[in-house]
């Protein structure tokens, strides 16, 4: 009995996995997962750098500031950032790379104001899952139970586990979709007879940086952090500014205030872990963000000479 | 925590795990305590009103089969008043008060209506109908009362079918549910096919669909091709949103070895309106008979009499749906449908010269279901002004204008979606004529397949139910009731 009802359910995932290899490999499964092998790989390539560079696209200017800051050859800082990848995969990140053996005299991460008040993603809880070992699991359980639905995170994790689609299906969906069905969300130009004024689009990387959303956000970083301890003597977190927050308003200071307290506080509990406030007034100007959470152009630049200035002092024997 | 989210999943695992593990009636438990987190997943404060309705109405039923008349129909008045008061006040008292505020200002009497701003408690409509039904049947001695509490809240807030149906009658699901703790699990494996279906259904084809509805919102500013092209989507739309909720429920009671009611049966196969409330949200359908129309008197008087009790039973009905005019008026459509098509009855069966043909049959149907789709137009416009102006652009009085609509699309270039949703709709409307089904027949002729087959079917209908799954999914429309 138990055979018969469980057979067509074994064959209905091993049919599920077989599609979902087939055409979710990661040369054309979307840019999410495509991310995910190159940071490693990058780490792998550079056997001899002693820095490390952990985070999502916001830290993607650090490397060069360190090699500037500590003057070291730039072979010495592996630029291993992953886009999108937020606080908990930055933990997953950080384990997968120790799973592999390598230890790092420093590591650096970076968060913003927009980070640790994101919602839930799929493509997120793909990159974590597939950067996690399975045995370190219980640690990512831990940074969900900080969640509001904690049993979305917990399903999440289980249908990429299952399946890796589910995490990619906004590339998936956006391709097929279109090829197939076209863009239902293409809002009421189809049927209108004399269209109304284009509607603005909605403002990229935003959130109301809700108390719940921050606990989880801050939870994720002190796994991160937690796990960055073990992959580097020393680990350094930098914070950060968003569009929204680099205003000049009362709202703004508030919340900026707020978001570098909850992390001092969070680094005064952790050893080796260095505390980096770039909430700079040079950086609090909306003009230096391309989006709601990147730097321009003009704003990295400036960030990088920031940031230059306030790394850590190492040792001079671990200087080159 | 809807059917359709990772969520639920998780909650699924966890919660099927356990009760495998359990026996006897702390299985009856843990399903009930499954049940309340489920629920309390929307808003954990209306468990109260839930639990409250469990109470009131197991220790009245209890009181009515014991108490003689006048004693009986006091205590009945009791259990109805509560139900029906509470459910007045979450889901109607903002629309009385806001309607009998703007009659007063047509009136000319100026006064502001007080700003009710009442959260619905979800799958209320659903379970104030269910509890209510078993209190009457204890009333009516057709059903002793439940003498076990756990299993009455069982039936009350069994969690496949808590937030949308189908209404199940105390008659059928009682002995099952007691059967839960006494008996071992049997699950029935076809429970994965209904519930592979519903999340297709859902996924899919609603949630893909869902924007092309939208032209409904604001029918001023549409063609008129595109508002039937909008009809037609919403009506399947609604269709596949709903009954894959009932599929998924259906599918999930059968893993717990619970057998639900079919609550739809391929109703765009109807060829008119009793043979469509055959076939559409069976269980209410079958709920306003037994509990409103043959007390209201049925057809047991005059063609008057029978004539007013469709109408009031079907405006009832219509208003089920939400305390809105739309639905009141969607109501008055179908109660005016069953009301000509019996009149039309009478005629035809004095005249058998001009019933149908029968190769007239398909046209009949595909008739109906057009008219099927005017009442979809009122049910989803938004005021009663767009129903006026959605009519007057379905009815053509500004003709067709098919070829600037669709000029319009290649401009966009959008035909190329639209088309291939249309041959989706004309597909679906075909398999319905051709195999009018439900869902559970289908899946029991998909499990005389063999085995690999059959996998293979279910493997496609979740994968492609994944692949093709919007971005911000929609919840289920009848949430909303």
Not at chain 1, 181 to 208: L, M, T, V, Y
Not at chain 2, 239 to 260: H, K, N, P, T
Not at chain 2, 393 to 400: E, S
Request: charged share 20%.
């Amino acid at each position: 009995m138990a055979l018969r009802w469980l057979l067509p359910l074994g064959l209905t995932l091993a049919a599920f996995v077989a599609i979902d290899r087939a055409i979710g490999r990661y040369e054309e499964g979307g840019p999410y997962r495509q991310e995910i092998p190159r940071p490693i790989l990058a780490v792998q390539r550079a056997p001899e750098a002693r820095h490390v560079v952990l985070g999502c696209s916001t830290s993607n200017w650090f490397a060069p500031a360190l090699v500037k800051g500590w003057q070291l050859p730039a072979s010495d800082v592996v630029d291993a950032h992953m886009s999108d990848c937020l606080q908990a995969c930055t933990l997953a990140e950080a384990r997968r790379l120790q799973a592999l053996g390598r230890h790092f005299q420093t590591a650096t991460f970076g968060v913003n104001t927009f980070e640790y008040c994101e919602e839930y993603r799929e493509r997120r809880s793909m990159q974590e899952v597939e950067l996690m070992p399975l045995g370190r699991s219980l640690e990512l359980a831990r940074v969900y139970s900080h969640s509001q639905d904690p049993l979305r995170y917990a399903g999440g994790w289980l249908l990429n586990q299952v399946s890796l689609v589910y995490g990619n299906t906004m590339w998936l969906q956006r391709h097929f979709r279109k090829a197939w069905f076209g863009d239902e969300s293409s809002g009421s130009a189809w049927f209108e007879q004399e269209p109304g004024p284009a509607r603005k689009r909605s403002q990229a990387f935003q959130c109301d940086y809700a108390a719940a959303d921050r606990d989880f956000g801050l939870a994720a970083t002190r796994g991160a952090l937690v796990a960055m301890m073990g992959l580097a003597e020393r680990v350094q977190l930098v914070v950060l500014p968003d569009r929204e927050y680099a205003r000049d308003s009362a709202e703004a200071r508030r919340g900026r205030e707020l978001f570098a307290a909850e992390h001092r506080e969070l680094v005064a509990g952790l050893e080796r872990v260095a505390f980096i406030d770039l909430l700079e007034p040079e950086l609090l100007d909306p003009n230096l963000f391309r989006d709601g959470a990147h730097l321009s152009g003009k704003g990295v630049k400036l960030a990088q000479s920031l940031l230059s200035k306030r790394l850590i002092q190492l040792p001079s024997a671990e200087r080159r | 925590m809807s059917f359709t989210t990772a969520s639920f999943l998780a909650f699924c695992l966890l919660f099927f795990t356990g009760y495998a593990l359990l026996r006897g009636r702390s299985r009856g438990y843990f399903l009930l305590l499954a049940s309340a987190v489920f629920y309390g997943s929307w808003n954990w404060r209306f468990l109260a009103l839930l639990v409250g309705s469990v109470f009131v109405d197991f220790f009245v039923a209890l009181a009515v089969a014991r108490a003689e008349q006048p004693r009986r129909r006091r205590l009945l008045l009791i259990s109805i008043g509560f139900n029906l008061g509470v459910l007045a006040f979450f889901k109607y008292a903002g629309f009385f008060l806001e309607s009998a505020a703007a009659l007063l200002s047509r009136l000319g009497l100026s006064t502001a209506a007080p700003a009710l701003e009442i959260v619905l408690p979800v799958g209320i409509s659903f379970y104030t109908f269910q509890t209510l039904s078993y209190t009457v049947d204890v009333y009516r001695r057709r059903l002793p009362p439940s003498r076990d509490l756990l299993e009455f809240a069982l039936y009350v807030m069994f969690f496949p079918q808590l937030v949308a149906g189908p209404i199940e009658r105390a008659g059928r699901l009682l002995p099952q549910l007691r059967a839960l703790s006494r008996e071992p699990w049997r699950p029935d494996p076809t429970g994965l096919g209904l519930i592979a279906l519903g999340l297709f259904k859902k996924i899919a084809l609603a949630d893909g669909v869902y924007g092309y509805a939208s032209a409904l919102s604001a029918p001023e500013r549409a063609f008129p091709a595109a508002l039937w092209f909008a009809t037609y989507a919403f009506a399947f739309q609604i269709y596949w949103d709903f009954s894959a909720y009932s599929d998924i429920a259906i599918g999930l009671a059968r893993l717990l070895g619970v057998e639900l009611m079919t609550n739809f049966r391929s109703p765009y196969a109807a060829t008119g309106p009793s043979d469509f409330w055959r076939r559409w949200h069976i269980s209410l359908s079958e709920w306003l008979r037994d509990y409103l129309y043959i007390p209201l008197g049925g057809n047991r008087g005059s063609a008057f009499g029978t004539y007013r009790n469709l109408l009031l039973t079907m405006l009832l009905g219509g208003l089920w749906h939400g305390a809105a005019w739309q639905f009141l008026l969607w109501g008055a459509f179908h109660g005016c449908l069953l009301i000509a098509a019996r009149a039309l009855q009478g005629k035809l069966s004095s005249w058998p010269k001009l019933a149908l043909p029968r190769w007239l049959r398909p046209l009949q149907t595909l008739a109906f279901f057009h008219v099927t789709c005017l009442g979809w137009a009122l049910f989803r416009a938004p005021t009663l002004e767009a129903c006026g102006e959605a009519w007057r652009k379905l009815f053509l009085l500004d003709g067709l204008q098919l070829r600037a609509w669709l000029s319009h699309l290649a401009e966009l270039r959008e035909l190329t979606p639209v088309a291939l949703w249309f041959g989706v709709f004309v597909i679906a409307w075909l398999v319905q004529y051709l195999q009018p089904r439900s869902s559970k027949e289908l899946v029991a002729q998909l499990w005389s397949w063999p085995m690999l087959p059959r996998a293979f079917a279910i493997a496609s209908l979740a994968y492609l139910a994944l692949l093709l799954s919007p971005l911000k999914p929609p919840a289920f429309i009848y949430f909303q009731f």
